[in-house]
């Protein structure tokens, strides 16, 4: 008998695996969450005895993976099981549907997450004070531009259209082969060529967003950082930004959403205040970009400004260049609702 299970189909030893309904409370729980052992104990109400058993029982079976943090292993869902075996634990899950102990499981769950989230809080008002230090030290000071630069190629020439003083083209060279700041102001483009002076891949070009000093398609990528507000007509600069962009190639517009901040009109020069969602996506499409979406940024603690929005397009293989000239239909019917949407 041993002999002719030994050679038996896998299926027999997956029935063996999800043959105790502790196993199957335990699969249904670290289907949806990674937990550890003394965390089950907690959901199950079993000692931890009986859990490591059905646990080592599923890791034999194939049906659990295990992750070392600390002092503690962590348990969730195999990744890599066989499609069959997926298809018994679906059919097993949907047979017994909300049975048993499933909503009770469901209750202590929520309170062993809830408990999760609290520890996790419980470090930040202690450790505040020394959280960019610790950032600093474990990071470096420019977290953000590698998180940026993971989404460019090395190979790439990207333009930074206002790029002001020139941080964010001192952090991006050292990710990308070629970078491109294009400003109008003197003042600002001085302040530039002094950051970046060591950094042989950064070229600095004095333009209009509406007209930029580049070629048709000579860019992979291009960021409009926080300029879109100070532009009279943003349609016309987007125009430009596919003009210049290679098929293929990535907008990125980080602006404001909409706010009644007046005084920036004033005392910093912005002539929208903000922008719709749905205002940037058109925009992005009538001039020539797919794929247009807007995603709010979460603000981070104590700022003072406005949120912050990320819009991301991409320039489509049979994308013409999208200048100023080709567009003014367009860019009018855009403007019309300048004075709703500001």
Sequence with gaps: MESWMASAPAIFNWMSSLSDPTRVRALRLLE????????????????????????????????????????????????DRPAPARKLWTLLRE???????????????????????????????????????????????????????????????????????????????HFVARVIGVDDS????????????????VELRRGSMESLPLGDGSLDAALLVLVLHHLAEPPRALAELTRVLKPGGRALVLDMQPHDRAEYRAQMGHAWLGFAPSQLERW?????????????????????????????????????????????????????TKGRDR
């Design 32 to 79: 949806r969450h990674e937990l550890s052992v003394a965390e089950l104990c907690d959901v199950l109400q079993l000692p931890q005895s009986t859990v490591s058993r059905h646990l080592k029982v599923l890791s034999d079976g194939g049906w659990v993976d295990a992750r070392r943090e600390g002092t503690s292993n962590l348990y969730t869902v195999a990744s």
């Design 95 to 173: 047979q017994l549907g909300e049975k048993g102990h499933s909503a009770s499981d469901d209750q202590r769950l929520q309170r062993v997450l809830a408990a999760r989230q609290t520890r996790s809080q419980a470090f930040f008002p202690s450790s505040a004070g020394q959280w960019d230090k610790l950032r600093e030290e474990l990071f470096g000071d420019r977290l953000d531009a590698p998180i940026l630069a993971g989404l460019l190629d090395e190979r790439w020439s990207v333009g930074d259209l206002g790029c002001g003083t020139g941080r964010l083209l001192e952090a991006l060279s």
């Design 186 to 201: 003197p003042a600002m483009l001085s302040a530039a060529r002094r950051r970046t002076a060591p950094l042989p891949n």
């Design 284 to 336: 992005l499409a009538d001039a020539g970009l797919q794929a247009p979406r807007v995603r709010s940024i979460p603000p981070e603690p104590n700022v003072k400004g406005p949120p912050l929005f990320a819009a991301s397009a991409i320039k489509g293989p049979g994308s013409r260049p999208g200048s100023s000239a080709e567009i003014p239909t367009k860019v009018e019917s855009c403007l019309s």
